[in-house]
């Protein structure tokens, strides 16, 4: 049996509804009826992965003001990855927004695919992302920020999953 990667996801839109009864106004959130229920499911992917093409920062403090690829430690306080080896090409990575010193702000994720840029999340503290890539994309495609980091004033801190071969 070889590795493989594994995804779960989940889509819900959540309408906020304002509903009077008795001359009191509540606040109700419901499953938007355009919807109907919540979108998702699994996703796992037939790329298998060795020790040697998987890498994660862990506890990372964003330092890029501006988009800057994953394809090494430059985006981050750190000199190097965590734990592991990175990919050459990425079939699915993960961010994790943990902490927050002062205020940052979102910690942005951007594909930038030459002519194109993708803006995949703007992450609130507490939030995260994982996002398969079934034709794989190189790492310096993968883009990562916190646009108002300042040393010691204002830091977003990560963890950031890659994967690939």
Known sequence: MANEIRLQSN???VKEVDVTEGGNTYDKSA???NAG???GGKYNTLTAYTDGDIARWSDAVITATSYDGINDSGWTELSDVTDGTLPTTCYAFAVEYIKELGTVGTVDIELDLGTDQIVLAALDLGEAISIP???GLSLDKIKIKAG?????????TVNVLVMGT
């Open 11 to 13: 889509l819900l839109a």
């Open 31 to 33: 499953v938007d009826t």
């Open 37 to 39: 229920r919540s979108f």
């Open 133 to 135: 890539a079934a034709g």
């Open 148 to 156: 108002a980091y300042s040393n010691g004033v204002n830091e977003a």
